[in-house]
């Protein structure tokens, strides 16, 4: 039963609470250490052993291995998302339910990126985290998709049939992913800020703070993607509007300069709390090692927000982002490990604040 009171109000106090347990539950620096240490088969041993118990056991008859540790994170991920909206009501339970709906997102991309890569549908499946709106009758015809241009024919009627179908001539023209990936993230978030403005309610405040800082660094991201890529593509098409810190011929002039797109995220709002963040952003010498710092830039920001505003939907939402780190982290490690990867090699793929 939904934890909240008879008129149906936000129950911030109980969902916090409730999330404080769950982050302190969370893999901690000394646990990645040690998985890093570990074969695929001794990372599911060790996940047996934690939070991930329920999981490991339901699926151990079924899969081993790397598809073990992929099925049991994802599956464990939408649990625990699921839970928050068990927990929450009124503004609170839709905000969250808003905000889940980047796993949507998350599933649109990741099949368009196993039919680009030709990979087996198993292996996409493995992938998908069950936590947003989509059913999974829905996922699976997605999955059973046998081209791009399927999925997209697939997305007509959703938040991100226009804005893919549009995009879709650019990804025929480059070859390249960046612009149907680009779409996807800016119809999610463009959704996501829709009717959703300036207001003297401090909860909605803090809701629009936080999503105006994802929109930030995502923006930071795609215009680097594009600039890397080489392909004829103007990031500023590939917008997102709705965050505080650029405008779209900002960010496409600053792509190409990665000092100067330092500088200004310093002199930012957020620069203040992430001074730590933003030397690593500068000591990156990839476009892998800069993203990465970025998500740690924003999981930093998230803490900040939570600390600042304890009784507010913040400390939900960077739970979400904490609790995707570490299933990503997890599963770079597994992965890694599969592939003969060094630990060195492998700790450059992790998010570690």
């Known amino acids: 039963m939904r934890a909240t009171d008879e008129s149906g109000t936000s129950n911030y106090e109980y969902v ?3 999330v404080r347990a769950r982050r302190a539950a969370l893999f901690d620096d000394e646990d990645y250490r040690k998985l890093l240490r570990m074969g695929p088969g001794e990372i599911a041993r060790f996940m047996e052993e934690s939070e ?3 999981e490991v056991n339901a699926l151990g008859a079924r899969y081993d291995g790397v598809d073990l540790i992929e099925y049991s994170l994802n599956r464990n991920l939408a649990k625990h998302f699921n839970d928050l909206l068990d927990w929450s009501g009124g503004d609170l339970y839709s905000f969250i339910a808003r905000y889940l709906r980047k796993f949507d997102a998350w599933n649109v991309k990741t ?3 196993g039919i680009y890569a030709d990979a087996d549908r198993e292996d996409v499946q493995s992938d998908l985290i069950r936590a947003g709106e989509f059913d999974d009758a829905f996922l ?27 995009a879709y001539e650019d990804y025929e023209e480059s070859g390249l992913l960046v612009p149907l990936e680009n779409a996807v993230d800016r119809a999610f978030y463009e959704e996501l800020m829709a009717g959703v403005t300036e207001s003297q309610n401090r909860a909605l405040q803090l809701y629009v703070e936080f999503l105006q800082a994802e929109i930030d660094f ?12 080489g392909a004829d593509i103007d990031p500023s098409e590939y917008f997102i509007e709705g965050g505080r810190l650029f405008s779209a011929s900002e960010i496409a002039q600053l792509a190409g300069n990665t000092d100067e797109l330092v500088a200004r995220i310093r002199d930012s709002t957020y620069g203040r709390d992430l001074d730590d963040a933003l030397d690593e952003l500068e000591r990156a ?18 803490d900040h927000l939570s600390y600042a505003f304890p009784l507010s939907v ?14 990503d982290n997890i599963r ?22």
Request: proline residues 2%; hydrophobic residues 45%.
């Open 16 to 18: 916090n609470a409730r």
């Open 52 to 54: 991930y118990e329920s």
């Open 111 to 113: 099949v368009v990126r």
């Open 140 to 166: 699976d015809r997605l999955t059973e998709a046998g081209s791009i241009e399927d999925v997209v024919d697939l997305l007509d009627g959703t938040i991100f049939g226009d804005p893919v179908d549009a």
């Open 218 to 229: 995502r923006n930071v991201r795609n215009a680097l993607r594009i600039s890397r890529s």
């Open 285 to 302: 010498d990839s476009l892998i090692g800069f993203e990465h710092a970025l998500d740690a830039a924003l999981l930093e920001y998230s």
């Open 314 to 327: 913040c400390p939900v939402l960077a739970y979400v982002l904490a609790k995707e780190r570490e299933v």
């Open 332 to 353: 770079a490690i597994a992965r890694g490990r599969e592939a003969g990867l060094s630990e060195d090699e492998i700790e450059e793929e992790l998010v570690i604040l």
